[in-house]
């Protein structure tokens, strides 16, 4: 993951020496860098004259991505306010200072006056911020800080970032609808849909040689419980997986999804699964069915943990766990072991599609959704285990990628939030900082799990 950007400003008042001050902003500013955080600083602000007006050019002529805003002791505050109003349409994290003990006595510099002198205010202006502390004579919390920061990039990627997708609304289904107005308004993403003929032509023009060269490439280490299928299934799954990325790559897009059932498996003629994964590990998330919200929350959780995401659907419900499986799809990032291809050939499938063995371990799930004028966001905390030996009625051995996912929290209250019948996923906890960006852009968090 690159490096955190962070605009730098600490505040204090002209009523404290100021080389003691400065002393204990560079302490901070230390603490900072040697966690990866690259600092755009400016000098202490410590009254109300021009040291306001000289912090607003220094830091208005950087690049970053979050405002760390350091109270180290009380402040003069509308000096602190005309800084941070001036950058009211950025996060901003606001931190202040524990004392520090010398000769067996507690030097307070009063940073907990001074940060409490404006918290409130900041609220009812409306700044997007959190406060965080560390206790005297304890480093400063500088995870917390960063945990923040990546929900701050995750939030501004958001807002200059498009996906595309084949088609619209496949199956009719309900828990894929979305406002585009809303969602280009409150989140930032924008969304274009493209005709499945456009796809079909890419296709059709991509150049045979080019195609077999990458054939060969990816299908090195493949393996074939059910036999090899025949090349013209392979020639076919390749020239779409390469003309979507291609539409990709042209237009921008950091996400992408096809119309499945009532799309591509039905008028292309071959299913989406293994052509999707591939997209997906080309590292453009991809969702099935339309579902822009869950795609969202791929990107959430891909630029909040640095890790590829992928989605995943409900397959069955035990008051303990849920098994959690995708019918042939799933990124090289999440196979453990070799990934495994079969034929498929059912009344809703056809051609190829994954049986790989998807890798176990801690997982953070999301859900993206529509509420009144708003949005609320699913998270959901677990472990995914070995799964029992499955099938999806009507399909073959061996099982889709699937685990057996132990949740945090009760399934029955999942159940009870559940707002789609797909889950972004990512290897990893970032409750954290899926909170801190619900918090940014005024999404509602429901979390069931640790966090």
Request: proline letters at 5%.
């Amino acid at each position: 993951m690159e490096p955190l950007k962070a605009g730098y400003v600490s505040f204090g008042t002209q009523y404290y020496k100021p080389e003691n001050l400065k002393a204990i902003s560079e302490r901070a500013e230390r603490q900072l860098t040697a966690a990866g955080i690259e600092l755009h600083r400016t000098a202490p602000v410590t009254g109300e004259g021009p040291e306001p007006q000289r912090a607003i050019a220094e830091l208005a002529g950087g690049d970053w991505e979050f405002l760390i805003a350091n109270i180290i002791n009380w402040i003069e505050v509308r000096g602190v306010m005309r800084v941070l109003l001036a950058f009211r349409d950025r996060p901003i994290l606001l931190y202040s200072m524990g004392g520090f003990t010398e000769g067996g006595t507690l030097i307070c510099p009063a940073a907990g006056a001074g940060v409490t002198a404006v918290r409130y205010p900041m609220e009812r202006m409306g700044l997007r911020f959190k406060h965080l502390f560390n206790a005297p004579d304890e480093p400063m919390d500088v995870e917390g800080i960063a945990r923040f920061g990546r929900a701050a990039r995750a939030a501004a990627r958001l807002r200059r970032s498009r996906v595309g997708m084949i088609g619209f609304n496949d199956m009719g289904l309900y828990t894929t609808d979305f406002s585009l107005v809303r969602l280009r308004d409150r989140i930032g993403l924008e969304v274009e849909s493209l005709d499945m003929l456009q796809l079909l032509r890419r296709m059709e023009a991509l150049d045979a040689a080019e195609v077999k060269r990458e054939i060969q490439r990816v299908t090195r280490d493949w393996e074939y419980p059910l036999g090899k299928p025949k090349e013209e299934v392979l020639e076919r799954v390749f020239r779409m997986y390469l003309a979507t990325v291609q539409i990709c790559r042209e237009k921008n897009f950091s996400g992408f999804s096809y119309k499945c059932v009532d799309g591509v498996d039905a008028e292309l003629g071959l299913t989406h699964a293994v052509p999707s994964a591939l997209v997906a590990s080309a590292g453009i998330p991809y969702v099935d069915e339309n579902d822009v919200g869950t795609l969202t929350a791929e990107l959430m959780l891909k630029w909040v943990s640095g890790r590829e995401p992928m989605f995943l659907e409900h397959y069955d419900h035990h008051p303990e766990w849920i098994l959690l499986g995708e019918d042939g799809y799933i990124p090289d990032a999440f196979i453990d072991g070799k990934p495994r291809i079969k034929s498929v050939a059912t009344v809703l499938l056809g051609g190829i599609a994954h049986c790989s063995k998807l890798k176990l371990g801690r997982m953070t799930l999301a859900s993206l959704a529509e509420e009144g004028d708003g949005y609320r966001l699913h998270i959901v905390t677990g472990e995914g285990r070995e799964p029992p030996r499955w099938v999806e009625m009507g399909v073959p051995l061996p099982s889709w990628p699937s685990v057996k996912f132990y949740t945090d929290a009760p399934v029955r209250r999942i159940l009870d939030h559940v707002q789609s019948q797909h889950f972004a996923a990512v290897f990893g906890d970032c409750v954290e900082e899926l909170k801190d960006l619900c918090r940014l852009l005024g999404i509602k968090a429901i979390v069931d799990g640790k966090g």
